[in-house]
T-cell receptor, first 113, second 115 residues
Framework: GNSVTQMEGPVTLSEEAFLTINCTYT??????LFWYVQYPGEGLQLLLK?????DKGSNKGFEATYRKETTSFHLEKGSVQVSDSAVYFC????????????FGAGTRLAVHP | DAGVTQSPTHLIKTRGQQVTLRCSPK?????VSWYQQALGQGPQFIFQ???????QRGNFPDRFSGHQFPNYSSELNVNALLLGDSALYLC??????????????FGPGTRLTVL
């Protein structure tokens, strides 16, 4: 079946550290891939997306590259801030469908000053 | 421009009761999807409504039902509540064009607690 696997959290970093959150997927066909972020008490916000192999999504200093050969979409940021503390979800959507999202379990990030 | 709104914010029910959650989509959106997010888990797709009909459904029992109104707002109904139904229920809206990558915008959710 179609699924998304994320690295378990929490991930605890000091401000200005480098961030990587791993995400791998299993899917039939050619999915689009997403990273969503959930701040405390808020709904999900789309952080970035990639629709085909080798595409790089980027936003607010975060980046992720769609790697078809390793079925991965790892999230990276060169220098995290305290305000980046949140839960991050990797997700996929299958092509030709109605944009139903399949999410990973989420990774909590805590950034300390 | 208001985003996706949901009501109520929090709700406490007892086992066996019924509950109705409400969602108003973002302006210009005609499609509403519902997700269940259990504590510590990622959201799970419940179903999607378009043109007042259920267009797609996830792996949820018939106790979960919904409705979409002509103004595109939507309700999620859960009958015969179980303890395991305790979760954050998220509504997402988008445009309904099938086959295209239409970004989904999420509301803040309704936190349901079943005692």
């Amino acid at each position: 079946g179609n699924s998304v696997t994320q690295m378990e959290g929490p991930v605890t970093l000091s401000e200005e550290a480098f961030l990587t959150i791993n995400c791998t997927y299993t899917a039939t066909g050619y999915p689009s891939l997403f990273w969503y972020v959930q701040y405390p008490g808020e709904g999900l916000q789309l952080l970035l997306k990639a629709t085909k192999a080798d595409d790089k999504g980027s936003n607010k200093g975060f980046e992720a590259t769609y790697r078809k050969e390793t079925t991965s979409f790892h999230l990276e940021k060169g220098s995290v801030q305290v305000s980046d503390s949140a839960v991050y979800f990797c997700a996929l959507s299958l092509s030709g469908g109605y944009n139903k999202l399949i999410f990973g379990a989420g990774t909590r990030l805590a950034v300390h000053p | 421009d208001a985003g996706v709104t949901q009501s109520p914010t929090h709700l406490i029910k007892t086992r066996g009761q019924q509950v109705t959650l409400r969602c108003s989509p973002k302006s210009g959106h005609d499609t509403v999807s519902w997700y269940q997010q259990a504590l510590g888990q990622g959201p799970q797709f419940i179903f999607q409504y378009y043109e007042e009909e259920e267009r797609q459904r996830g792996n949820f029992p018939d106790r979960f039902s919904g409705h979409q109104f002509p103004n595109y707002s939507s309700e999620l109904n859960v009958n015969a509540l179980l303890l395991g139904d305790s979760a954050l229920y998220l509504c997402a809206s988008s445009t309904g064009l099938a086959g295209l990558l239409n970004e989904q915008f999420f509301g803040p959710g309704t936190r349901l607690t079943v005692l």
